[in-house]
């Protein structure tokens, strides 16, 4: 007998959602619509690294190729330090890349949503913007075949749908946990503030592109100042700036904004050169170039949910960070967002599975994978706090032992501190 072919409502048209909506037809014999709140993809977002694990689902999802197109690939990270030698530098995912086949990338967060939209619709799969949602809620009704479950949305312009099950896709201030899921587990912001900027390669001379070959770092006495490429040939530069401040007065929690008015970007610039006032050394040069060719400047308060909540209710699940939000610097927010829609879609693909027991083994089968990268996150996190002078040349001496020891005893080549970068979510015992 022929399966019944069921559909799925996705809320959040980001890498999570649309991600979500090709693997679910590619595995399952669900047809999605994905409905999105902004009008139009956003442009927000600067460029976010990915790691193996998640650069091999990827591939799987059958994007990788446009990705690595439009991405940098190199993967080495240097710490420099501001008095003008380099403290250390290492391949961040030379044993993985060897096991998985998969190095690290850069890319553009609107190039992410760009290339997996594309897909989306190559796919004929419907995406709708400008679709605020108001409602949610499951329902169960008697027909004339039976009684009927399903979940059922209402957005702001009227219009309603309904589907055998929904997959919240909307991010950390998720309007399906918010309301829904969850409502009690609310964000909180970390401290952390990211200030971002893409700087073109021509507004730079090349001596100061030629010196930028990876992920280049430099802890501060205020935070990190990180550089990185996100074009394949060093056409655009990603220069990020972590700091613990605190949240503006407004307490304004969006994922973040872009400012291009000369007040906001002078004043970036002011504080950036603030810091580097000092600083010496062919790389410290470099950095005060890539300060003065800003011209806009992306502002991030990085929240996080605490770990925990629930994480579905009736026929709603949530995906993503819209689940587990977690802070950035372990590299890994997209790649989790795709873990949990590889093991959905794996669970989803039985239809004789029930919705309560889909839900409850990907909960149980993920938490633990989220709450150690979680926490390798908040560890991470900790480099960018304010220190003395004193405290940031203990963080550089701890760096530089950290680099000797894995070069004299070989650890690099045994995989330390990179097996969490091979896990395979396909792999995951049902």
């Given at each position: 007998?022929?399966?019944k072919t069921r559909k799925a409502i996705i809320i959040g048209a980001g890498p999570a959602g649309l991600a979500a909506a090709l693997r679910l037809q590619q595995q399952t014999n669900i047809t999605c619509t994905v409905y999105e709140l902004r009008s139009q993809p956003t442009t927000l977002g600067g460029a976010i690294g990915i790691q193996p694990n998640g650069l091999r689902l990827l591939s799987r999802l059958g994007v990788y190729d446009e990705f690595e197109s439009h991405g940098y690939s190199g993967t080495s990270l240097t710490l420099h330090s501001l008095q003008g030698h380099d403290v250390g530098s290492t391949d961040m995912v030379g044993w993985a890349r060897e096991k998985t086949g998969f190095g690290y990338l850069r890319i553009k967060r609107m190039d992410i949503v760009e290339i997996l939209k594309k897909a989306v619709e190559k796919a004929k799969i419907p995406i709708h913007f400008g679709k605020r949602l108001i409602k949610t809620e499951n329902f169960e009704e008697a027909g004339d075949s039976g009684s009927r479950a399903g979940v059922r949305v209402t957005f702001e312009d009227g219009s309603v749908d309904e589907a055998d099950i929904l997959l919240g896709c909307d991010g950390i201030h998720s309007f399906v946990r918010r309301t829904y899921v969850d409502p009690e587990h609310e964000p909180v912001y970390s401290g952390l503030s990211g200030l971002g900027a893409l700087i073109p390669s021509s507004a730079l001379s090349p001596e100061t592109t030629k010196l930028i070959?990876?992920?280049?770092?430099?802890?501060?006495?205020?935070?990190?100042?990180?550089?990185?490429?996100?074009?394949?040939?060093k056409e655009e530069i990603f220069m990020f700036f972590s700091k613990w401040v605190p949240l503006p007065d407004s307490g304004d929690s969006r994922d973040g904004w872009e400012v291009h008015g000369k007040e906001e970007v002078d004043?970036?610039?002011?504080?950036?050169?603030?810091?580097?006032?000092?600083?010496?050394?062919?790389?410290?040069?470099?950095?005060?170039e890539l300060v003065h060719g800003t011209s806009s400047v992306n502002f991030y308060p990085v929240y996080r949910l605490p770990l925990g909540g629930r994480w579905s209710r009736g026929r709603s699940v949530l995906v993503g960070d819209a689940a587990h939000a977690m802070s950035p610097h372990a590299g890994q927010g997209v790649s989790m967002a795709l873990e949990d829609v590889f093991l959905l879609?794996?669970?989803l693909a039985d239809p004789e599975r029930s919705i309560e027991e889909v839900f409850e083994k990907?909960?149980?089968i993920?938490?633990?994978?989220?709450?150690?990268?979680?926490?390798?996150?908040?560890?991470?996190?900790?480099?960018?706090?304010?220190s003395t002078p004193t405290g940031l040349w203990l963080k550089e001496l701890k760096f530089n032992t950290m680099m000797n020891i894995s070069w004299a005893f070989g650890l690099d080549k045994k995989g330390i501190?990179?097996?969490?970068?091979?896990?395979?979510?396909?792999?995951?015992?049902?």
């Open positions: 007998m022929m399966e070959n990876g992920f280049e770092g430099t802890l501060t006495e205020e935070g990190m100042l990180a550089v990185n490429p996100c074009l394949p040939t004043g970036f610039k002011e504080q950036l050169l603030s810091t580097l006032e000092h600083a010496q050394g062919d790389w410290s040069n470099a950095l005060r879609s794996r669970l990907y909960a149980r993920r938490r633990p994978r989220v709450d150690e990268i979680f926490q390798m996150a908040a560890d991470n996190a900790e480099m960018r706090k304010k501190k990179q097996g969490h970068l091979v896990y395979d979510i396909d792999e995951a015992e049902l």
